[in-house]
């Protein structure tokens, strides 16, 4: 067996076929077919009017930011356990990311947390779906309702994952998607942007490229960007969207193979837990190790990547990093799931023998009893 990597993408559809139909057509940059057509298909996997196809996940992020004219002094509410991308996105703009402490059982935000940090700069609460579980999103809605706030979601990691059956993507004013290689589905580099607001949509389509006129050439009418994502990365990921349900399903069927294999461990790991209401995509099974188990988390990796096994550590909240360096944020379980917490390779190809193998191995280094 060789190495067992944490991510590996799939191309088993169209991606080479609509590749080469770029290159031969000559339409390899921000013009072309493919654009429009993966963001059509998105906007539907969503259950959204629009969507807007950008060159990343985080310039997705930003984007919304600017059009929704989130800027200087202005705070925005988010997870301290997320991906840096969250946090920068609102840091570009001159705004100020709020940190709020994880569920311990779903690593996603706790939501009875989020009201106590609400200031009168508060301008936007945003929900991290984590590791492809949704948050909890109906609270997450009153509170923005009550104190009429903006929801952005960030669902890089969450394609088409459910919260209470309501696709994910459509519950805020806005939300972000990415497309990175280790992503649900690739483009390689890539981003997207939901929303069924066609004000903001105009908005958003005019920053992506410069906010150029839509009738005069070279004229530009604010300060925009170019965020646009290439023909070339569309033809891919229109070709992965097709496929979508494969992907989705290869993924639900390995993280219930590491329940299989690790759920009768509880005293040594427990894997992240998926509410009743949710639909998790599974983008990574995560797994903390629990007080029986005496070797440290790093400790552990190491010992899995002696068996060639590839580990990563789940997240570091934002607060403990040097750009977000803040001691008074009070965030005990996101400390408690970064010090413990170990993503397992979660990629659609792996075989159940792969699994079983990994499972063995790490229980083999965490319990001591045999
Ligand atoms: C991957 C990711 C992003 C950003 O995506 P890129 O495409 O890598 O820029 C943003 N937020 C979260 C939570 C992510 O996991």
């Not at 539907?44 to 984007?63: I, M, Q, R």
Request: net charge negative; with cysteine.
């Amino acid at each position: 067996m060789g190495r067992i990597s944490i991510a590996f993408p799939v191309f088993n559809g169209n991606e080479k076929k609509y590749l080469n139909e770029c290159i031969d057509s000559g339409w390899i940059s921000a013009n072309g077919r493919f654009v429009e057509e993966f963001e059509n298909k998105f906007a539907e996997l969503c259950g959204c009017k629009y969507a807007v196809a950008c060159s990343n996940g985080t310039v997705s992020l930003h984007l919304i930011l600017v059009a929704l004219g989130i800027g200087e002094g202005d705070e925005v509410i988010m997870p301290d356990l997320t991906y840096i991308a969250t946090a920068n996105a609102v840091r570009y703009c001159g705004a100020v990311p709020i940190f709020v402490d994880s569920d311990k059982n779903s690593f996603n935000i706790d939501v009875t947390k989020v009201e106590e940090k609400i200031t009168k700069h508060t301008k936007a609460i945003m929900p991290v779906h984590l590791y492809g579980l949704p948050a909890q999103m109906d609270e997450i809605v009153r509170i923005a309702d009550k104190y009429n706030l903006l929801i952005i979601e960030d669902a890089a990691e969450a394609h088409a994952a459910k919260y209470k059956n309501q696709t994910v993507g459509s519950f805020g004013n806005a939300a972000s998607f990415s497309f990175f290689g280790n992503k649900v589905i690739t483009c390689g580099e890539g981003g997207m942007v939901t929303t069924n607001d066609s004000n903001l949509y105009k908005r958003l389509k005019l920053l992506r490229g410069q906010a150029v006129s839509p009738d005069k050439k070279y004229w530009h009418i604010d300060v925009g960007y170019n965020y646009r994502m290439t023909n070339m990365q569309a033809a891919v990921g229109l070709a992965q969207l097709e496929n979508i349900e494969w992907h989705l399903k290869e993924r639900k069927r390995v993280a219930s193979l590491y329940t299989k294999y690790l759920g009768n461990k509880k005293d040594y790991v427990l894997m992240q837990m998926v509410p009743e209401d949710c639909e998790s995509v599974y983008w990574m099974s995560n797994v903390i190790l629990q007080d029986k188990v005496k070797l440290e988390r790093d400790e552990v990796m190491s010992r899995m990547e002696a068996h060639d096994i590839e580990m990563r550590p789940v997240f570091y909240p934002m607060h403990i990093m040097p750009p977000y360096y803040d001691e008074s944020v009070v965030a005990p379980n996101a400390e408690y799931i970064a010090k413990r917490g170990i993503s397992l390779p979660s990629h659609a190809s792996l075989k159940e023998e792969d699994v079983e193998y990994i499972c063995n191995c790490l229980l083999e280094i965490i319990c001591e009893e045999k």
